[in-house]
T-cell receptor, first 113, second 111 residues
Framework: NAGVTQTPKFQVLKTGQSMTLQCAQDMNHNSMYWYRQDPGMGLRLIYYSASEGTTDKGEVPNGYNVSRLNKREFSLRLESAAPSQTSVYFC????????????FGPGTRLTVL | RKEVEQDPGPFNVPEGATVAFNCTYSNSASQSFFWYRQDCRKEPKLLMSVYSSGNEDGRFTAQLNRASQYISLLIRDSKLSDSATYLCVVSGSGGYNKLIFGAGTRLAVHP
């Protein structure tokens, strides 16, 4: 089992460009999450999907959109990237919304110039 | 005030030392508590859950004080491989498993 995979690992964008971060899990988990991690701050939840077909905003959703493509895949889209979105992005999954343990992907390091 | 606060460190300790990390949280309604470990430039991984009665996993002991809204992690007999950032994590509220992450405490174990 690969667990949670993310692509790309690194990305550099110019302000105003768009891109989609991909995430997939092979653990048959129902719930998936997108976080961002900035220096000196804890991981902050951007969006989550409690189950296939549902998505909800987290703590910092502005500037992002998500798609729960199927049970395995949950993508994060930046429509018009801004320097403030320079961060490390982690995708995570858990068996269900009330499950304590979340499993994280390796992260995507994004720089917006 | 941050919802979960940790001393950022770094804690520099020699191999074999005992080191303790503390964490405070602001939401008295939180029900679940964890310590995650994050190696440099890697993803967070669950180290252990924290139970009201306290719990131990090998060299690691976690304690919870609900009255003071305080969580601790004790590492005994530190190893070089324990060098990492330790994240205090607390469940939020809202009908789903929203986890609130502290910014982490960095530990460096030296020979």
């Amino acid at each position: 089992n690969a667990g949670v995979t993310q692509t790309p690992k690194f990305q550099v964008l110019k302000t105003g460009q768009s891109m989609t971060l991909q995430c997939a899990q092979d653990m048959n988990h129902n719930s998936m999450y997108w976080y961002r991690q900035d220096p000196g701050m804890g991981l902050r939840l951007i969006y989550y999907s409690a189950s296939e077909g549902t998505t909800d905003k987290g703590e910092v959703p502005n500037g992002y959109n998500v798609s729960r493509l199927n049970k395995r895949e949950f993508s994060l889209r930046l429509e018009s990237a801004a320097p403030s979105q320079t961060s490390v992005y982690f995708c995570a999954s858990s068996e269900n919304p009330s499950e304590d343990t979340q499993y994280f992907g390796p992260g995507t390091r994004l720089t917006v110039l | 005030r941050k919802e979960v606060e940790q001393d950022p460190g770094p804690f520099n300790v020699p191999e074999g030392a005992t080191v303790a990390f503390n964490c405070t949280y602001s939401n008295s309604a939180s029900q679940s508590f964890f310590w995650y470990r994050q190696d440099c430039r890697k993803e967070p991984k669950l180290l252990m859950s924290v139970y009201s009665s306290g719990n131990e996993d090998g060299r690691f002991t976690a304690q919870l004080n609900r009255a003071s809204q305080y969580i601790s992690l004790l590492i005994r007999d530190s190893k070089l491989s324990d060098s990492a950032t330790y994240l205090c994590v607390v469940s939020g509220s809202g009908g789903y498993n929203k986890l609130i992450f502290g910014a982490g405490t960095r530990l460096a174990v030296h020979p």
